[in-house]
């Protein structure tokens, strides 16, 4: 399996707080991805990157931020979360953009 | 942004009957991915399809890439409980079809 963690698992927070997500790999790929998943929507993306520094937003990036500091580490922030922002996030890396896509366990979020 | 529609939303057969889900598009692909996806983990790919009228065979599963590179399905042959799962269908421009709910009863 590759070596991708996310933390944390699992978070309830309140309406209007802020809220950062890790993802840790350790395959050294230089591609990073977050997406959100919820019934009838399916997996959509909120940020990608594509290197150290370099991100870029995807379908859903409104109210989202990131960061990559590290290959290895991507840092999603809610900087103000709302209810809309309960769902499940899923950290992906890909070795190629298109490539083969290797997901973390996933970090559900409820905000109340 | 390319836009993939997956039917059935919801699949639920007899153990050992077969099965097809399809993946369509109005966009072009150059690349196509399935993935399945169990309760409490992410995706995992099943496969990836780059010809036109590819066809690619995994156990009891077969994966074909229509002519035109807009659509695929998913062949499930005498289908097993443990083929539960999410099926998901993906672009190389990272976007995800819906995905098809499919569940095998014993």
């Known amino acids: 399996d590759a070596g991708i963690t996310q933390s944390p698992r699992h978070k309830v927070t309140e309406t209007g707080t802020p809220v950062t997500l890790r993802c840790h790999q350790t395959e050294n790929h230089r591609y990073m991805y977050w997406y959100r998943q919820d019934p009838g929507h399916g997996l959509r993306l909120i940020h990608y990157?594509?290197?150290?520094?370099?991100?870029d937003k995807g379908e859903v990036s409104d109210g989202y931020s990131v960061s990559r500091s590290k290959t290895e580490d991507f840092l999603l922030t809610l900087e103000s979360a709302t209810s809309s922002q309960t769902s499940v996030y899923f950290c992906a890396i890909s070795a190629t953009l298109g490539g083969e896509l290797f997901f973390g366990e996933g970090s559900r979020l409820t905000v109340l | 942004t390319q836009l993939l529609e997956q039917s059935p939303q919801f699949l639920s057969i007899q153990e050992g009957e077969n099965l097809t889900v399809y993946c369509n598009s109005s966009s072009v692909f150059s690349s196509l991915q399935w993935y399945r996806q169990e309760p409490g983990e992410g995706p995992v790919l099943l496969v990836t399809?780059?010809?036109?009228?590819e066809v690619k065979k995994l156990k009891r599963l077969t994966f074909q890439f229509g002519d035109a590179r807009k659509d695929s399905s998913l062949h499930i042959t005498a289908a097993q409980p443990g083929d539960t799962g999410l099926y998901l269908c993906?672009?190389?421009?990272?976007?995800f079809g819906t995905g098809t709910r499919l569940t095998i009863i014993p």
């Open positions: 990157s594509y290197g150290v520094k370099d991100t």
């Open positions: 399809v780059v010809t036109g009228g």
């Open positions: 993906a672009g190389e421009k990272l976007t």
